[in-house]
């Protein structure tokens, strides 16, 4: 197809009197920035803009995806059917291009310029249909997955040919077109690193109730005046402190890319330490991290209750290859009894928070009672959770603050 174009070009150059036929190309994509794994929708718009001419006859292109694996083929425009085998012609592997090494060779096609019928090849076989392109129309379109770094599709190669003015019916004479290639490219920008999204949560088995959490707001800081339940800063108030927390991420993590030193849980009178081992869930996403019991001080006597800032390091990477961003931290008060962090007793168990208990003894864990009244969350003999006396007199004998100014 390509080498018929060019005898037309050189042809071109000697008969016509004015300026050629002008096929303007031009990329729209559906994304500006995309993260990993989203799907690009992209078009390869064309519009004639120099007359006279009957409409676009033919057209063609190359695909590329820059850094990227070459993409599946294009699909045609919705206007463009009779552009595209049997209708009309096209390379054997159809309109929408032929992978060749890293491009897309020869997306699009040519209408049935010479009046072909089944009679003589079993195509093009179609009708003309002229105007084509007079306005600017979707010559092809495509969808590309987003990987990490930035996509760039680009059109080169380009040639064209147009209807010729002033004819009618059966077969039309076309005059050679030229591809206007100044805009032919879109470049997706790649978005969305890998973030902490939503909050993080402390984990503990309460009996034969199971696994309950205890919610650490990310945004979060300070003693705040606010009670945990309507987000201040989250408080583990329940026995042996933080040994269980998650969090989860926008995507999926590289988890090789992660060590226990990558997290850094940090008091105010407490120097930092490490989890003790960490694992990801199956998505990649959720990551659980794991604290030797005692690491992180509570009020638990004789340890003093502190308030931590628990950092993920930007080193380590998404499963795309991007650095961690964003909120990395969470600061979570290890305070054991510390059910009520609200006026006088933010920051500290005192008789506040020993009362609160008192008040919900006899209540289940969690239908009526939040498990962080559970502090003493072990049932002896098995069974459901519940608020009990135990729970009040732990409170009682372990009143302590206030933490961290
Ligand atoms: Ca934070
Ligand atoms: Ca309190
Ligand atoms: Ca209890």
Not at 279 to 288: G, I, P, Q, R, Y
Not at 296 to 319: F, M, Q
């Amino acid at each position: 197809m390509r080498k018929l174009v060019c005898v037309a070009v050189l042809a071109a150059v000697v008969t016509t009197a004015y300026a050629d036929p002008t096929l303007k190309i031009t990329m729209w994509a559906d994304h500006d920035t995309a993260g990993v794994g989203d799907v690009i929708s992209y078009e390869v718009r064309g519009e004639l803009t120099v007359e006279p001419n009957l409409g676009l006859a033919l057209w063609g292109g190359d695909v590329s995806f820059g850094t990227y694996p070459v993409g599946a083929a294009l699909t045609a425009g919705a206007g463009m059917a009779s552009f595209v085998k049997d209708a009309g012609l096209t390379n054997p592997d159809g309109y929408g291009g032929t992978v060749s090494g890293a491009v897309l060779l020869q997306v699009g096609g040519g209408q049935n310029t010479i009046g072909n019928d089944i009679g003589n090849a079993p195509y093009p076989i179609g009708a003309v249909v002229e105007g084509i392109a007079a306005a600017e129309i979707v010559l092809a379109t495509g969808t590309y997955t987003m990987g990490a770094d930035d996509l760039t599709i680009a059109v080169s190669e380009c040639f064209a040919n147009v209807l010729e003015a002033d004819q009618g019916g059966g077969v039309y004479s076309v005059l050679p077109g030229v591809c206007d290639l100044v805009d032919v490219s879109v470049t997706i920008g790649a978005g969305a690193p890998p973030e902490i999204v939503g909050s993080w949560y402390s984990y503990k088995t309460h009996g034969t109730t199971g696994e309950l959490s205890i919610e650490f707001n990310q945004t979060a800081t300070g003693n705040s005046t606010t009670p945990m339940d309507t987000g201040g800063a989250g408080i583990e108030t329940r026995r042996g402190s933080i040994t269980k927390l998650t969090c989860t991420f926008n995507q999926a993590m590289d988890d090789t890319s992660f060590a226990v030193t990558d997290i850094e849980a940090v008091g105010c009178a407490h120097a930092a330490v490490n989890p003790s081992s960490i694992a990801f869930d199956a998505t990649k996403m959720v990551l659980t991290m794991n604290f030797a019991a005692g690491a992180i001080a509570n009020g638990e006597a004789p340890s003093t209750p502190d308030r931590y800032t628990i950092t993920i390091a930007d080193t380590v990477l998404s499963a795309a290859g991007a650095n961690l961003a964003g909120d990395r931290d969470v600061q979570a008060i290890a305070q054991y009894g510390n059910v009520f962090n609200f006026g006088a007793s933010a920051g500290r168990t005192n008789s506040t928070d020993v009362n609160q208990i008192s008040s919900r003894i006899g209540y289940l864990v969690p239908s009526q009672a939040a498990p962080k009244y559970d502090i003493f969350y072990l049932v002896i003999p098995p069974g459901p959770a519940k608020v009990t006396t135990t729970d009040y007199n732990q409170a009682s004998s372990n009143q302590s603050g206030p933490i961290c100014p």
